[in-house]
């Protein structure tokens, strides 16, 4: 499968100049033979954990612009957008698939508490999965890099790849590539990281968009400018890796009555 990742600063708060600016990137994926090409987080209007401007149903204008686009370019899209609720919304993402039809949704587990945004949107409580190019995929957002509970099941779920569109500030990018290395390992699955560049009303951006294999190696390292990179991932390979070195086979799911029983010294 041919991945873009596309490392973009959004136009603050202004889904249609974004739209609009990051048009080019969807046909250069295309016409370099893309399957897929993703974005950030909320990359349509940037980021921003306390704002509910622009919410939108998945029936919204964003989406609906998506769908426009991949069927235009006959290449599939990860976005992200503010999803209404009948109470919160949700920091949700979606996979539009090259038809233009709608694959599956995946809403932010985790949320980043430091910066209100559980105050402000409501958690997501389901993993997400769907299929590409013969390889079964999966979701998250950002600050869920730091929860391998969550990869874990993306593992038990047997994915190929994890996919995590993101607004990691420029503050903490060494813990982005530290997180993004780790699953990748743990799992022995591929993890691309999708982040933003510029700096908007809300944080600092450095790109370092990268995509790492499940020995820890990176396909890619984007700089902290706006770029668009992509690499193949080959879900045989996976395989391999898993069959040569069954890590996950080792693995002790009784340790918590183990602990129960556990002598104190």
Same mark, same amino acid.
């Given at each position: 499968?041919?991945?873009?990742?596309?490392?973009? #600063?959004?136009?603050?708060?202004?889904?249609? #100049? /974004?739209?609009?600016?990051?048009?080019?990137?969807?046909?250069?994926?295309?016409?370099?033979?893309?399957?897929?090409?993703?974005?950030?987080?909320?990359?349509?209007?940037?980021?921003?954990?306390?704002? /509910?401007?622009?919410?939108?149903?998945?029936?919204?204008?964003?989406?609906?612009?998506?769908?426009? @686009? =991949?069927?235009?370019?006959? $290449?599939? $899209?990860?976005?992200?957008?503010? *999803? #209404? /609720?009948?109470?919160?919304?949700?920091?949700?993402?979606?996979?539009?698939?090259?038809?233009?039809?709608?694959?599956?949704?995946?809403?932010?587990?985790? @949320?980043?508490?430091?910066?209100?945004?559980?105050?402000?949107?409501?958690?997501?409580?389901?993993?997400?999965?769907?299929?590409?190019? !013969?390889?079964? $995929?999966?979701?998250?957002?950002?600050?869920?890099?730091?929860?391998?509970?969550?990869?874990?099941?993306?593992?038990?779920?047997?994915?190929?790849?994890?996919?995590?569109?993101? =607004?990691?500030? *420029?503050?903490?990018?060494?813990?982005? &590539? %530290?997180?993004?290395?780790?699953?990748?390992? &743990?799992?022995?699955?591929?993890?691309?990281? $999708?982040?933003?560049?510029?700096?908007?009303?809300?944080?600092? +951006?450095?790109?370092?968009?990268?995509? #790492?294999?499940?020995?820890?190696?990176?396909?890619?390292?984007?700089?902290?400018?706006?770029?668009?990179?992509?690499?193949?991932?080959? !879900?045989? +390979?996976?395989?391999?890796?898993?069959?040569?070195?069954?890590?996950?086979?080792?693995?002790?799911?009784? %340790? =918590?009555?183990?602990?129960?029983?556990? /002598?104190?010294?």
């Amino acid at each position: 499968m041919k991945l873009f990742c596309a490392q973009v #600063a959004s136009v603050w708060e202004n889904p249609d #100049a /974004t739209l609009e600016k990051v048009e080019p990137c969807i046909a250069r994926a295309s016409r370099e033979g893309g399957d897929l090409i993703c974005f950030p987080e909320q990359f349509a209007t940037g980021w921003d954990p306390e704002s /509910t401007l622009h919410v939108q149903g998945i029936e919204g204008p964003i989406v609906r612009r998506l769908q426009s @686009l =991949a069927e235009e370019y006959s $290449i599939a $899209i990860l976005g992200s957008f503010r *999803e #209404a /609720t009948a109470t919160l919304p949700r920091n949700t993402c979606t996979v539009v698939t090259a038809d233009g039809a709608i694959s599956t949704t995946y809403s932010k587990c985790h @949320l980043f508490s430091p910066a209100h945004e559980d105050r402000m949107y409501r958690r997501g409580d389901a993993i997400s999965t769907f299929s590409l190019a !013969g390889m079964d $995929i999966g979701l998250a957002i950002c600050y869920d890099l730091r929860f391998t509970s969550l990869f874990r099941l993306y593992a038990d779920a047997g994915v190929r790849a994890v996919l995590v569109p993101s =607004a990691w500030p *420029e503050s903490r990018l060494q813990h982005w &590539e %530290l997180f993004i290395r780790a699953r990748a390992v &743990e799992y022995q699955f591929y993890i691309a990281g $999708i982040n933003p560049a510029g700096i908007t009303p809300v944080d600092s +951006y450095a790109g370092g968009s990268m995509v #790492a294999d499940p020995t820890g190696g990176l396909l890619f390292h984007a700089g902290r400018h706006e770029e668009l990179h992509s690499c193949d991932l080959d !879900g045989e +390979y996976i395989a391999r890796v898993r069959a040569a070195f069954p890590v996950n086979r080792d693995r002790r799911d009784d %340790l =918590a009555s183990i602990s129960e029983n556990t /002598t104190k010294h």
